[in-house]
Structures are given as structure tokens and as C-alpha cells.
């Protein structure tokens, strides 16, 4: 699953409870958040016994700003090792932004085993303003691929690129690196308030998976108000 879980707002406190009962109902193997804070963060470390919470690094030391991209497992999985990156020239270089953005950007890579297989995660969050800062930060995340993926690995991309489909260098993106995009014929939108915007969240697989289930959860607030995205579950084998 991939869900961008609304950093910045108030009432956080409920919203925090009403997604951790929504992670309890879904019980998904494995979850990229975007815009999670502190506050959410530890509450479902404390709360949810069957996860590793794959924390990373806060993209911000300021208090109330900033979020992490944290990705929860189902412990029956094995952990190997995980990292966050800066989106930026120098990746080492988290809590540091460009002037065009906002906030600064990362992205949490993990590796993983199942079964004896190796599968690697990376989940993100992009710019949600400069067109061109988006697109060097797809690059960057590229270039990370390339570095932490091993060839024996199934590689997994989860995240908020805040682009869809239309926009015609991350459909490219796509394409040439031929990732199975699940989503690319879904014309209804992951952002209900915008509806007429198309797909903003994405999952990106290795091609080597299969495809078994998808869909965009718009019950999600079902449990009281969780977040103004929807999330994406993908069933793959």
C-alpha cells in the first residue's frame, strides 16, 4: 500500500487513532507513508505489534515541519537494511532543500527477504510545486535505484510523485525503465479534492511480478478522518 497520511493539519491526535485502526483493518504487508509526522509515527510504533516501522531520517530537525517517508513491514519478513536519501545533488546530504522547494524531499530504500527472495522498497514523496524540481528529483531517485539494487532483487517503488500519467517525462520515466504500473488506466483520481486531476500517487513494480489485485481505497475515512489522499493497495505475487 502507498498512502500519503496529511502531515500538516490539525486534530492529529484522532486522525493518528483512525489510522492506526485503518492499518489494523487493511493489514497490508507492507505500507510506503508519505507526510507522516513524529507524533503518527510513534503511536503506531507503540501500537502495531505485528510491523517493523522502517523509520529513516526526518527530512527537517524543525519541529512541526518536515515529514518522514517511513515504510511499515509485516514482521514476517526479514529486514536487512534500509537508508534514506536526500532527492537532491549530494544524497547523503538529508535536511537540505532547494530554494524552489518547499520542503526538502527523501526517500526511504529498504531491503527485504520473503521465502528466501530478496525484494528491495523505495518509497518517496516529490516537490509538490516546481515542475522542473520534480523532474531532477525522478532522476536522483533513479540514480539511487541504480546504486542500492542488486540484480537478485524484486524491486518495489511506492510513493506521492505528484504527477500523473499525463505528464509526459514521468510517463517516460516509467517506460523506459520498464516498471509495471498497476494504475495506468485508472482515470478516477488518488487526490479526491481534486477529481478531476488524475493519479498522483503511484506503485511501480519490478516487471519480473505479477499483478493479482488493485484498487484506490475511497473508504478510507470510513474509520473517521485519516488523510485528503486516498490510498493504493496492490495484491502482487
Known amino acids: 500500500m502507498s498512502f500519503n497520511v496529511k502531515n500538516f493539519s490539525f486534530g492529529k ?15 497490508a504487508d507492507i505500507v510506503g507513508f508519505q507526510e507522516l509526522n ?17 523509520t529513516g531520517s526526518k527530512s527537517s530537525y524543525i519541529p512541526f515541519y518536515g515529514e518522514y517517508t517511513s515504510i511499515l513491514i509485516n514482521k514476517k519478513y526479514k529486514i536487512k537494511s534500509y537508508k534514506t536519501y536526500a532527492l537532491y545533488k549530494d544524497i547523503d546530504k538529508i535536511r537540505k532543500k532547494d530554494k ?47 546504486k542500492e539494487l542488486s540484480k537478485d532483487e524484486y524491486l518495489i517503488i511506492t510513493g506521492d510523485f505528484n504527477m500523473s500519467i499525463d505528464n509526459k517525462r514521468f510517463s517516460n520515466f516509467i517506460k ?16 479526491p479534492s481534486k477529481p478531476n486531476m488524475k493519479m498522483i500517487d503511484h506503485i511501480l513494480l519490478d ?31
Do not use: A, W
Not at 13 to 27: G, S
Not at 102 to 117: A, G
Not at 178 to 190: A, G, I, N
Not at 215 to 235: A, M, R, T, W
Open 176 to 191: 523506459d525503465n520498464k516498471y509495471l504500473d498497476p494504475y495506468k488506466d485508472e482515470m478516477s483520481s488518488s487526490f
Open 100 to 146: 524552489n522547494d518547499k520542503t526538502p524531499r527523501i526517500c526511504v530504500v529498504c531491503h527485504f527477504e520473503k521465502d528466501k527472495k530478496n525484494y528491495m522498497i523505495i518509497n518517496t514523496h516529490l516537490d509538490n510545486s516546481d515542475s522542473d524540481n520534480k523532474i531532477k528529483q525522478l532522476n536522483i531517485l533513479k540514480t539511487i535505484i541504480d
Open 13 to 27: 491526535l484522532f486522525r493518528t487513532r483512525n489510522l492506526y485502526h485503518y492499518i489494523d483493518f487493511i493489514k
Open 38 to 54: 513524529s507524533h503518527s509515527l510513534n503511536y503506531l510504533i507503540t501500537n502495531l505489534d505485528d510491523y517493523y516501522i522502517v
Open 207 to 237: 516487471k519480473r511480478l505479477k499483478v493479482k489485485d488493485k484498487h484506490i481505497d475511497k473508504d478510507i475515512n470510513d474509520f473517521g478522518y485519516v488523510s485528503d489522499h486516498y490510498s493504493l493497495i496492490c495484491e502482487i505475487e
